[in-house]
Nanobody
Framework: QVQLVESGGGLVQAGGSLRLSCAASGRSFSSFAMGWFRQAPVKEREFVAAISWSAANTYYADSVKGRFTISRDNAKNTVYLQMNSLKPEDTAVYYC???????????????WGQGTQVTVSS
């Protein structure tokens, strides 16, 4: 089992920045690929970014490429999502997830956090 807890969400103006954190406990964090997903009201959960267990590979949704950066610190059992140049359409609940490989589909991940709200005002 892996427990994931997100933090760092909040209210920010368009153009601003936030850094989300996801702290993991339980089974070996460094053996898991990690992903960030988001879900806005009345929309399906969508892929945001993913990172391999070693951090050698990262992947991004086209909508966030160049603005968001995923990273991880295996010594701290934590994965981060640095979000810059935020837009109102980035408003959503953001979830971190752990799984065997850094896929861009939610079904590929085995463990999920409870989510953290990000609201971007115009």
């Amino acid at each position: 089992q892996v427990q994931l807890v997100e933090s760092g969400g909040g209210l920010v103006q368009a153009g601003g920045s936030l850094r989300l954190s996801c702290a993991a406990s339980g089974r070996s964090f460094s053996s898991f690929a990690m992903g960030w997903f988001r879900q806005a009201p009345v929309k399906e959960r969508e892929f945001v970014a993913a990172i391999s267990w070693s951090a050698a590979n990262t992947y991004y949704a086209d909508s966030v490429k160049g603005r968001f950066t995923i990273s991880r610190d295996n010594a701290k059992n934590t994965v981060y999502l640095q979000m810059n140049s935020l837009k109102p359409e980035d408003t959503a609940v953001y979830y971190c997830a752990a799984g065997p490989l850094e896929y861009n589909t939610a079904a590929a991940y085995d463990y999920w956090g409870q989510g953290t709200q990000v609201t971007v005002s115009s």
